[in-house]
């Protein structure tokens, strides 16, 4: 906790300054998670022989960031953001030093095992997020959300781009080529851990804590369980819960078999990396852009804005050969733009309907179920297309969405409760 209670000013100055270094871990994030979304399920699939066990591997990653969501929400309440999320990044890094030696020895567990480590990475990558909405005010939420959800863009880009040149590197080590993005991926989240540590000083949850306390609203501490209470009394957070998980899961389907199915027509190594990097722009480059509109528009109308991006991006990719980079390009563009505004308005949505204590618990819980639910969505898109079609996928891929919508319907889960801000 911070030695004295701190102004007005002064909370203004610890926010910023907490986006700023928050901003600076997901640059390195950015690089070692997307770095292995396309090495990852090319290893599995090699190692394995298989095309099924591609989705395995990249299923394994988002059910690692399912099980480490709420044992790093605990952290996050009794010792603050600092120690969880370099918990989470550093668990990662593990992670990927397992993968690089699951590529070497040509054993498909040390894969599995790697990739659900390196998981851990991208649980802690989405609760970054939330950190920033400790200090926020409610009129600028979305937008500190929003910003070190963009800071990952950087990372998120260059990543995949990277593809050849570490695949280089893991060559000049003696690895298999496509061990070096994993290798990437493991220094860069060691200096995550260490830019957390020593920078993100005072921890920005144990500030506003100490800040509620100091003003007479103390109350007894928060538990984990408590956030399940909270959802059954507020039906708007599970509508946030709900945009979240579904824009990710459709998210995961569609994004984890595209470089499947451009290998399938001899699309080189470095065109498959273009079209995930262009995917992960669409996720964060317009981040600010949609944190505007969800503060100035509302968070139930960007949802929908993101209903129908994901609408026209699922369409578009289906529809897109295996080699047409143009087209799958920007489909997995609006792919990733849809899951941005589903993931912002949501995660604010959230945010918006839970006391300051008991953030950190839901939204543990809605990391939990984001990456559950994509961890169905990426086992299910293998067996798809094992069985029938990348098309095929793109269009199950449209029973979520239109679930989603079903949702936003609902005049229960469009009401707002009562909250208080820090």
């Known amino acids: 906790m911070t030695s004295e209670v701190l102004g007005t000013g002064r909370l203004a100055d610890v926010q910023h300054r907490s986006v700023r270094v928050l901003s600076s871990g997901q640059v390195l994030g950015g690089v070692a998670v997307a770095a292995s979304i396309p090495a990852g399920s090319l290893i599995a699939a090699s190692v394995a022989g298989s095309e099924a066990a591609a989705g395995v591997a990249q299923t394994a990653g988002v059910l690692g960031a399912a099980l480490l969501a709420l044992p790093l929400a605990r952290i996050a309440l009794s010792r603050g953001r600092r120690l969880a999320l370099s918990t989470g ?148 957070a599970v509508l946030g819960i709900t945009a979240v998980a579904i824009g990710h899961v459709v998210m995961v389907m569609v994004m984890v078999m595209t470089p499947i199915h451009m290998a399938h027509v001899d699309v080189t190594l470095q065109l498959i990396g273009l079209v995930i990097s262009v995917h992960v722009a669409g996720m964060y480059a317009l981040s600010p852009v949609v944190g505007w509109c969800v503060d100035r528009y509302g968070r139930i109308p960007i949802v929908v804005v993101g209903i129908v991006i994901l609408v026209v991006a699922c369409v578009m990719a289906g529809l897109a050969p295996g080699d047409d980079i143009v087209r799958l390009g920007l489909g997995l563009f609006l792919l990733g733009l849809g899951w941005s505004c589903t993931l912002i308005a949501g995660s604010t949505m959230l945010t918006d309907e839970v006391e300051p204590a008991e953030r950190p618990s839901v939204q543990g819980l809605s990391d939990l179920t984001m990456n559950a639910a994509g961890a169905v969505g990426g086992a299910l898109a293998g067996v798809v297309v094992l069985v029938s079609s990348y098309g095929v996928l793109c269009a ?22 009562n909250t208080r801000s820090i």
Request: with cysteine.
């Open 89 to 236: 990044y550093g668990i990662g890094a593990l992670g990927a030093l397992i993968v690089v030696a699951g590529a070497a020895t040509k054993v498909l567990l040390l894969v599995y095992l790697g990739c659900l480590l390196v998981g851990v990475a991208s649980a802690a990558s989405l609760q970054a997020r939330y950190a920033a909405t400790d200090l926020a005010t409610e009129e600028h939420r979305a937008r500190a959300l929003s910003w070190v959800v963009w800071a990952g863009t950087v990372g998120a880009v260059l990543g995949p781009n990277l593809l050849n040149a570490s695949g280089q590197l893991g060559l000049a080590l003696g690895l298999p080529l496509l061990a070096g993005p994993y290798v990437v991926s493991a220094v860069a989240l060691a200096l995550a851990v260490l830019v957390l540590m020593l920078l993100l000083r005072p921890d920005p949850y144990l500030t506003a804590i100490e800040h509620r306390e100091a003003s007479g609203d103390s109350g007894p501490r928060p538990r984990l369980r408590d956030g399940i209470g909270h959802l059954r009394r507020r039906p708007r």
């Open 396 to 417: 199950v891929a449209l029973v979520p969405v239109a679930a989603l919508a079903v949702a936003v319907s609902i005049p229960a889960c469009r009401s707002h409760s």
